[in-house]
């Protein structure tokens, strides 16, 4: 077993409270006056996002639940996952406090620390890999794909409310780093044939595009965020009916795989070339 039955309690009585914090930092959103946060180049329709963060936090709840139910092959996604996912949760709780109480700098600062977190768990763990693809959906799209997204999502939103981005020269700006969200899902896509991080970016700029087209009708942000929103979609889309994650070998070597056995269990081995 990768943890012991203390360790594993002990994770899921930290899971369940960080969790918890990161709905109550969310709900807490609500109830701030927009005001400048809505007229950024970065600001997305609110109702949209709640959508958005409605579906992953069903699926963390699920992921949760399953940590109840240890076996084999659960203990061995905790192994995978570790502090991770909690760290995530409380890293959104505390931006949520700084965020909503106008501390831009400083929540710009754990969006930074939480996208490092994320990008650890990316690469290091390589979640994209594992199998089958129900495994993967229960692990890789609630607890990487789509938090990575947001975050990163995030980062450009509350630098545009630290910036005070509003006026002409910031907009062109923006009309510039936009496109980094077709280039980095881009790359995922390419190299990884990750279809969730394609397909959550999708959603986060249709929300971008809803968001400004009832804020600056006559401008080039609302336009783009749909353009990229729409080719990622139909790019995800393809990804996920033709391709299937790589395998890697050599230096590409997955550190850790998750399968099903054939008695139902887990075989947590590292790949071979």
């Not at 958005?52 to 996604?77: A, C, H, K, M, V």
């Not at 570790?82 to 890293?91: E, K, R, S």
């Not at 709780?93 to 620390?113: M, V």
Request: charged share 10%.
């Amino acid at each position: 077993m990768p943890y012991s039955q203390e360790q594993l309690n002990t994770y899921k009585a930290v899971t369940i409270i960080t969790l918890l914090l990161s709905i109550y930092g969310s709900l807490k959103y609500t109830g701030v006056p927009e005001g400048s946060l809505a007229h950024t180049p970065f600001s997305a329709a609110n109702w949209l996002l709640f959508i958005y963060w409605g579906i992953l936090y069903l699926w963390q709840i699920i992921f949760t639940i399953q940590t109840f139910f240890p076996d084999e092959y659960r203990l061995s996604i905790i192994s995978i996952i570790g502090w991770h996912f909690p760290i995530f949760n409380i890293l959104i709780y505390i931006w949520s406090e700084l965020f909503t109480n106008g501390h831009y700098f400083w929540s710009l600062i754990f969006l930074i620390l939480n996208f490092f977190n994320l990008l650890a768990l990316y690469f290091n763990h390589k979640t994209f890999t594992v199998r089958p693809i129900h495994n993967w959906l229960l692990i890789h799209i609630p607890l990487v794909a789509m938090p990575l997204s947001w975050v990163v999502f995030a980062i450009f939103w509350n630098g545009a409310v630290l910036f005070n981005i509003h006026k002409l020269w910031g907009r062109i700006l923006a009309n510039v780093f936009i496109w980094e969200f077709l280039l980095v899902p881009g790359i995922h896509l390419l190299l990884f044939n990750d279809w969730g991080v394609g397909f959550s970016t999708s959603f986060l700029m249709f929300a971008l595009g809803w968001g400004q087209l009832g804020t600056k009708v006559f401008a080039l942000q609302w336009i783009f965020a749909f353009v990229i929103s729409g080719i990622l979609a139909v790019w995800s889309f393809i990804a996920m009916i033709v391709g299937s994650a790589r395998q890697y070998t050599g230096e590409n070597a997955p550190l850790l795989i998750v399968e099903e056995g054939n008695n139902g269990g887990v075989d947590p081995r590292p790949s071979n070339a």
